[in-house]
């Protein structure tokens, strides 16, 4: 048989299939069944439509086989061994070496622990850049809040991840928190940016006040317990600010009701 590959080297980018195609001619004077065999790939990843072709004496056709590398698949340059192979003589072969070059492509996603943080002035949380990528890429850190009442640092700031790697980045948040009722919520927006891709993750960082709503209730109901007994003890002391009221007869001295004779001799007074 003779073949022939219109290239030796073939562009490939992750995730999306690529044809290869290898022109046979049959050479001999019967008919012949060929088939491909590709040594340096991972099985999986090659796929033919027509495992063999049928071919008769001096026809030429295309042997065809579709090469589909993962999105994880690391860029870079592959040798593979095709080997064209009769299905009745396999004596009748060819061999062809092919440069398989994986294009890089980056990609990441980002994680927090925790995603819920609930703090005073300041609060952090633990950010995991995981590189789903198939090259080494580094990644610029960025944090905001739609409010920009928060001031938002990163340690590391920049992390050069290597793919299927999830090195992390310690966030710390600073911000203006209330004196008093509900907590404040604040959504803060993390952002991983590097040359072609960018990964973004939502947080929520919840700021409380500085007095509790508890505290708070209990100095009103203290308030509450304190004035009423400032009104008692008012009404209390108006009460007892009042004159004395008039002494009645029943009250006064006898000898201001009696002015007569203070001694009575008995043995003038009939029985």
Not at 55 to 80: K, M
């Amino acid at each position: 048989m003779r073949t022939a590959v219109a290239s030796p080297h073939i562009e490939l980018v992750p995730g999306t299939p690529t044809t290869v195609d290898i022109e046979v001619t049959n050479t001999s004077e019967v008919i012949d069944g060929v088939t491909v065999i590709v040594d340096g790939l991972d099985p999986t990843w090659i796929h033919q439509a027509v495992p063999v072709v049928s071919l008769f004496p001096n026809e030429t056709s295309n042997v065809s086989f579709e090469v589909d590398v993962p999105p994880s698949c690391l860029a870079g340059n592959y040798l593979v061994v095709v080997q064209v192979v009769s299905t009745i003589d396999a004596e009748r072969h060819s061999v062809h070496d092919l440069w398989l070059t994986v294009a890089p492509r980056q990609d990441v996603r980002l994680d927090a622990v925790p995603s819920i943080v609930t703090k005073g002035r300041r609060g952090q949380s633990t950010i995991s850049v995981t590189n789903t990528g198939n090259t080494p890429t580094l990644f610029e850190l960025s944090a905001s809040d739609p409010e920009r009442e928060l001031d938002c640092q990163f340690e590391p700031a920049e992390l050069l991840v290597a793919p299927g790697t999830s090195p992390i980045s310690v966030l710390t948040m600073r911000g203006p928190r209330p004196w008093f009722g509900s907590p404040t919520i604040r959504s803060v927006t993390v952002l991983a940016t590097a040359p072609a891709t960018t990964g973004e993750f939502t947080l929520t960082f919840k700021q409380r006040p500085r007095v509790p709503r508890g505290v708070l209730t209990m100095l009103m109901l203290a308030g509450i317990v304190a004035l009423w007994a400032l009104i008692f003890f008012w009404v209390i002391t108006a009460i007892g600010k009042e004159d004395p009221a008039p002494k009645s007869a029943a009250g006064q001295e006898l000898s201001e009701l009696f002015t007569g004779e203070t001694s009575v001799p008995l043995d003038e007074i009939g029985a």
